[in-house]
């Protein structure tokens, strides 16, 4: 069998491929690595990863997309040409339609970036589809129903919030603060404490690990290691839950005033239904400890996070493939 169909959710962080028929084949970190001197790729995604702090000077490991869109056009390129080869395998003459998502707030020249990288990568046909719409379906939100329903995907470059009703985006928000500034919080929180330099990979493990959108009493912790910025000697400190707690604060306080200004700009009756109904967090770092009760909390509304909160932007995409003519003409164009 012939795939002739990908659902990508490129995201800043992670990249998701979906194939109908055979589930999400690929869940793999947006990073490539390159040698410097003729620009060759030498890897992508967590083998990429696992060289970022640790390469010889003659090789860069890269982050091609910042906030949510690309960065580095040539990079992307040569990671979507990868991820869908590997979804396709090296030898299918058949190019496949590609529905690829991209964050709310993207302009059309970034657009036409997305549409050109996955052209030139191999795709026969692209559709671009918005996140929080896709989000949505991947959390089994009726996106078609004339209620109301909130969704807040925060991912790792960008945290999207939306209101949707009749299946479109009545209200939104695009912020660029999520899981990747909850690292550098991290990181810059336990150099100016601590006085203790740490990398991006410490940072992100340190969040997965004990981080928490909430102070508790009960108190997990973590052995950090990394260089003392007054000795220049390796050194063990253990930090806890609510540390990291209180670096995050503010980066979770924006996101919870996006969420105000989109209640501001959405309809009474809208409103009431989000009120009922609640809100719906996804996106990787929707895994945070207690973040729905952070927004409980802080909105006066119910919170939930979706089911596998990871996975409803790449969700989101199969539902599309799977109706792809239903979804063509209403859904595709409105980027």
């Not at 919080?185 to 992100?204: C, F, P, R, T, W």
């Amino acid at each position: 069998m012939f795939t002739r169909k990908i659902g990508i959710d490129l995201g800043t962080a992670n990249t998701v491929v979906y194939v109908p028929g055979k589930g999400f084949i690929i869940n793999e970190p947006t990073i490539v690595a390159l040698s410097r001197p003729e620009n060759k790729v030498l890897a992508v995604g967590q083998e990429a990863k696992e060289m970022i702090g640790r390469t010889p000077d003659d090789i860069i490991a890269y982050r091609p997309l910042k906030d949510g869109v690309i960065a580095e056009y040539y990079i992307t390129r040569a990671m979507l040409r990868y991820f869908i080869q590997k979804a396709v395998g090296s030898f299918n003459i058949f190019k496949p339609d590609i529905v690829i998502s991209v964050p709310a707030g993207i302009t059309s020249t970034e657009k036409r970036a997305v549409l050109k990288a996955s052209m030139e990568a191999g795709a026969k046909n692209v559709y671009i589809v918005r996140e929080p719409i896709l989000a949505s379906l991947g959390a089994g939100i009726p996106i078609n129903s004339s209620t109301g329903n909130m969704i807040i995907n925060i991912g790792g470059g960008t945290s999207e919030v939306a209101v949707i009703s009749l299946g479109g985006i009545v209200s939104w928000a695009s912020l660029r603060v999520a899981g990747n500034r909850f690292d550098q919080a991290v990181i810059d929180y336990i150099k100016k404490k601590y006085s203790l330099a740490i990398g991006e990979q410490m940072g992100e493990n340190i969040k997965i690990e004990i981080g928490t959108a909430l102070t508790n009493r009960s108190k997990l912790e973590y052995r950090v290691r990394g260089r003392d910025l007054i000795s220049g000697l390796p050194k063990d400190i253990i930090v806890n839950s609510n540390e990291v707690a209180e670096a995050l604060h503010q980066y979770l306080a924006d996101i919870s005033a996006a969420v105000q200004s989109v209640f501001n700009e959405t309809p009474p009756e809208l409103a009431a239904d989000i009120m009922e109904r609640g809100i719906i967090v996804s996106g990787g770092s929707a895994q945070l400890r207690q973040i729905d009760e952070f927004f409980k909390r802080t909105l006066g509304v119910s919170a939930y996070i979706a089911e596998e909160p990871i996975f409803c932007v790449a969700r989101g995409t199969s539902v599309i493939l799977n109706h792809l003519d239903v979804y063509k003409r209403a859904l595709l164009n409105r980027v």
